[in-house]
C-alpha cells in the first residue's frame, strides 16, 4: 500500500521555528508537497520538492531527501496565523492521483 | 477572478437520497478531483478527471458517480446517500505541465454534507 506518516500534533511558541516531517513509502514518486488549512477553510499549496535539498519561499522552507523517503517543512519567526493543519502529499505518478498524508494540527503557543 | 467554487456550501440530507455536489473552475485547468475530508484521515481521493469526458477512480470511489461534460464543471453525485458519507467534500483543479498535472493543487471551500 502507500502510506505517509506525520506527526498528528505539533506544540510550538511565536517566534520559534518549527519543523514538521514527513516520510512516504510509495509505489512512484515525482515529488512531495506541503499544503497548509486553517480551521474550516480549504487546503492551500506552500510548497513543493521534486529534487533532493531545500526550497525556501519567506518564513518556510521544505526540504526532500529522496534516498531516505523523507522530507519536511520548517515555519521560521512562528506568526499566531500560522496555527493550523500541514499536510504533505506525494504524486505518485505523472498523470495519477497525488496521496496525502493524515494532517500536522500545530498549536501555537504566544 | 471566481476561481474554483463549490455549490452548495451546506447541505442536510436523508439516508437514501440523491445528492449531487457541483464544482466549477473558471481557470480552464484540465484536471479536477474530489476529495473527502474525514477526521483522522486526512483527504481522500475519491474521483479524479484529466479532462472533459475522462474520469478515474481514486481511493474511495464506492458509493459516488461523477461525470464531466464540461471543462468547468466537475459535479460529484451520491447515488443513495448514507450516514458513513457524512464529511466535508473538497473539489480542486490543476493545470497540466510537461511532467503530468501540476504539482499545485487548487481547493474550493469545500461543502459540508450532513447525512441523518
Known amino acids: 500500500g502507500q502510506s505517509l506518516e506525520q506527526p498528528s500534533e505539533v506544540t510550538a511558541v511565536e517566534g520559534a521555528i518549527v519543523q514538521i516531517n514527513c516520510t512516504y513509502q510509495?509505489?512512484?514518486?515525482?515529488?512531495l508537497s506541503w499544503y497548509q488549512q486553517h480551521d474550516g477553510g480549504a487546503p492551500t499549496f506552500l510548497s513543493y520538492?521534486?529534487?533532493?535539498g531545500l526550497e525556501e519561499t519567506g518564513r518556510f522552507s521544505s526540504f526532500l531527501s529522496r534516498s531516505d523517503s523523507y522530507g519536511y517543512l520548517l515555519l521560521q519567526e512562528l506568526q499566531m496565523k500560522d496555527s493550523a493543519s500541514y499536510f504533505c502529499?506525494?504524486?505518485?505518478?505523472?498523470?495519477?492521483?497525488?496521496?496525502f498524508g493524515k494532517g500536522t494540527r500545530l498549536h501555537i503557543l504566544p | 477572478d471566481a476561481g474554483i467554487t463549490q455549490s452548495p456550501r451546506y447541505k442536510i440530507t436523508e439516508t437514501g437520497r440523491q445528492v449531487t455536489l457541483m464544482c466549477h473552475q473558471t481557470?480552464?485547468?484540465?484536471?479536477m478531483f474530489w476529495y473527502r475530508q474525514d477526521l483522522g484521515h486526512g483527504l481522500r481521493l475519491i474521483y479524479y478527471?484529466?479532462?472533459?469526458?475522462?474520469?478515474d477512480k481514486g481511493e474511495v470511489p464506492d458509493g459516488y458517480v461523477v461525470s464531466r461534460s464540461k471543462t468547468e464543471n466537475f459535479p460529484l453525485t451520491l447515488e443513495s446517500a448514507t450516514r458513513s458519507q457524512t464529511s466535508v467534500y473538497f473539489c480542486?483543479?490543476?493545470?497540466?505541465?510537461?511532467?503530468?498535472?501540476?504539482?499545485?493543487?487548487?481547493f474550493g471551500p469545500g461543502t459540508r454534507l450532513l447525512v441523518l
Open positions: 481557470w480552464s485547468h484540465s484536471y
Open positions: 480542486a483543479s490543476s493545470s497540466v505541465v510537461l511532467a503530468g498535472f501540476s504539482e499545485t493543487q487548487y
Open positions: 520538492n521534486a529534487l533532493d
Open positions: 478527471s484529466a479532462a472533459a469526458d475522462i474520469t
Open positions: 510509495t509505489s512512484g514518486f515525482y515529488g
Open positions: 502529499a506525494v504524486k505518485v505518478n505523472r498523470d495519477d492521483k497525488i496521496i
